[in-house]
T-cell receptor, first 114, second 115 residues
């Protein structure tokens, strides 16, 4: 089974702090995604990576950056956390070779910025 | 731009009943994929069912089936013989081929199965 893990389930940070959210997948998937999930808004794509060191902006990249130095690891960075970044963050991975186009998700990190 | 609309923020039904979750989408594409994902409380999001737009036959996975109406741009999920474990957030999602596998998501429907 594909396993996607995220470094923390719950995180509380202060305004202005630099925050790192890490995601690791164990199935050698090329594609990895970071989403933000807010009530009533569904999931919104922050960044997408299709290979090591390759990234593309999603719909809401402002205030975020990403890093993918190894294929299995995709990090989301909040350079200077703000209260409006309080949210649930979901990581997902996907292999273009699959016929189902299924994305596999981590358990999520609920981030609170105070 | 593609959009996905789930008009039911929350639904509840009794165990063993059948429930239908609605999803409509807007696209000018003719070839695309549609998905229903399930997010149980405090658990990971998982794929429930998917549908290719070029297939007329509605997808079925055990107790889960879809009613795909391409002309109406409607993609509803039917859960038969609902179980307590079906309690979850359900998200409808759209993917256009060639979009780097990016998904456009609906806002979600919270489904509660009552004993």
């Amino acid at each position: 089974d594909v396993k996607v893990t995220q470094s923390s389930r719950y995180l509380v940070k202060r305004t202005g702090e630099k925050v790192f959210l890490e995601c690791v997948q164990d199935m050698d998937h090329e594609n990895m995604f970071w989403y933000r999930q807010d009530p009533g808004l569904g999931l919104r794509l922050i960044y997408f990576s299709y290979d090591v060191k390759m990234k593309e902006k999603g719909d809401i990249p402002e205030g975020y950056s990403v890093s993918r130095e190894k294929k299995e690891r995709f990090s989301l960075i909040l350079e200077s956390a703000s209260t409006n970044q309080t949210s649930m963050y979901l990581c997902a991975s996907h292999s273009p070779g699959t016929v189902t186009y299924e994305q596999y998700f981590g358990p999520g990190t609920r981030l609170t910025v105070t | 731009a593609q959009t996905v609309t789930q008009s039911q923020p929350e639904m509840s039904v009794q165990e063993a009943e059948t429930v239908t979750l609605s999803c409509t989408y807007d696209t000018s594409e003719s070839n695309y994929y549609l998905f229903w994902y399930k997010q149980p409380p405090s658990r990971q999001m998982i794929l429930v069912i998917r549908q290719e737009a070029y297939k007329q036959q509605n997808a079925t996975e055990n107790r889960f089936s879809v009613n795909f109406q391409k002309a109406a741009k409607s993609f509803s999920l039917k859960i038969s013989d609902s179980q307590l474990g079906d309690t979850a957030m359900y998200f409808c999602a759209f993917m256009k081929p060639g979009s780097n596998y990016q998904l456009i998501w609906g806002a979600g429907t919270k489904l509660i199965i009552k004993p």
